[in-house]
C-alpha cells in the first residue's frame, strides 16, 4: 500500500506554468516533467511528455516485466515513445521548433522502485529522517563537477546551471539513466522539478518529511516552502509514502 500526494504551482515570477505530473495509481508509476522552450511551448512539451507516458503504460501491461532488464526496457519505450512526439511536433512545426522537457519517472514494483530520468529534474529518497537524492543531474555544471573542474558549491552560482545536456524531445533518440533501490516501511519517494530544490535545500526537505502529515498536505508544505523562500521558477513535487 502507498499514500501519494502531488502539487504543481507557477510559482511567483513566471506567467505560466511549464511544470507537469501525472499518476497512475493502479500501476504504480509516478512522472514529473518540467518543460523548455520559447512561446509556451514548454508547456506543450511536459504536458506531451507525461500524456503519452502515461498512454503507453495504459496500453500496455507494464506487470507483465518482472525481471530489471524488462521493467527497464518497458520504462525506455515509454519515453522513447514520448520523446518522437515531442522530436516530431518540434521538427513539423515552427511555433514549438526548439522545445523540450526534462522528466523523472519512477515505478514501484515488488518492495523496489525503478527510477528513469533526463534532465535535472530530480528523485530523493526520504528514510529515518534523513534525505538523499537518487537522481543525477544531466546538466553542463554537473559534468564540469564530475571532471574535477568545479565544486559543487561553485555550480550553484555557475551562469550556465541551468543548461541542460539530455531531455525529452531534444534529439531523435533518447540516453536515460536508470536507478533501482529497496523501499522500507514508511520510506517516502519524492519526485520534483528544480523549482523545488533550487529553492528549498535538502534539510529543510527532510524537517518537512519530518513531519508526518498526509502525502498532500507535505507536497503542499513543501511548495509553500519554495514559494516563501522566492518562488522563482515552476514548482511541482509527487510524493509517495510505502
Known amino acids: 500500500m502507498v ?7 507557477k510559482g511567483v ?25 520559447g512561446n509556451n511551448s514548454g508547456e506543450v512539451a511536459s504536458r506531451t511528455a507525461v500524456e503519452n507516458i502515461a498512454g503507453f503504460v495504459n496500453d500496455n501491461d507494464i506487470r507483465a516485466n518482472q525481471l530489471p532488464e524488462e521493467i527497464f526496457s518497458f520504462m525506455t519505450d515509454a519515453l522513447a515513445c514520448a520523446n518522437t512526439a515531442i522530436y516530431s511536433m518540434g521538427s513539423e512545426q515552427s511555433r514549438y521548433r526548439g522545445m523540450a522537457t526534462t522528466v523523472v519517472m519512477a515505478y514501484l514494483y515488488h518492495g523496489e522502485a525503478y527510477i528513469a530520468n533526463l534532465g535535472d529534474s530530480r528523485a530523493y529518497l526520504y528514510r529515518n529522517e534523513e534525505i538523499r537524492r537518487i537522481t543525477k543531474d544531466h546538466t553542463y ?28 524531445g531534444a534529439e531523435p533518440r533518447i540516453e536515460p539513466d ?10 517516502v519517494l519524492l519526485l520534483c522539478t528544480d523549482g523545488l530544490y533550487g529553492e528549498v535545500g535538502d534539510a529543510k526537505m527532510a524537517e518537512i518529511l519530518a513531519e508526518g502529515k498526509n502525502m498532500n498536505d507535505t507536497c503542499a508544505d513543501l511548495v509553500d516552502a519554495a514559494l516563501r523562500s522566492g518562488g522563482r521558477d515552476n ?3 509527487v510524493c509517495v509514502r510505502v
Not at 499514500?3 to 504551482?9: E, H, Y
Not at 508509476?29 to 522552450?37: K, L, S, T
Not at 536508470?178 to 520510506?187: C, V
Open 3 to 9: 499514500q501519494i500526494g502531488f502539487k504543481s504551482n
Open 13 to 37: 515570477v513566471r506567467k505560466n506554468n511549464e511544470d507537469a505530473c501525472f499518476v497512475i495509481p493502479g500501476s504504480d508509476v509516478y512522472i514529473v516533467a518540467d518543460g523548455v522552450g
Open 141 to 168: 555544471v554537473n559534468e564540469l563537477i564530475d571532471k574535477g573542474v568545479i565544486t559543487e558549491d561553485e555550480a550553484e552560482v555557475h551562469k550556465q546551471k541551468n543548461v541542460i545536456t539530455r531531455a525529452l
Open 178 to 187: 536508470f536507478y533501482k533501490l529497496p523501499l522500507h516501511s514508511d520510506d
Open 235 to 237: 514548482i511541482t513535487v
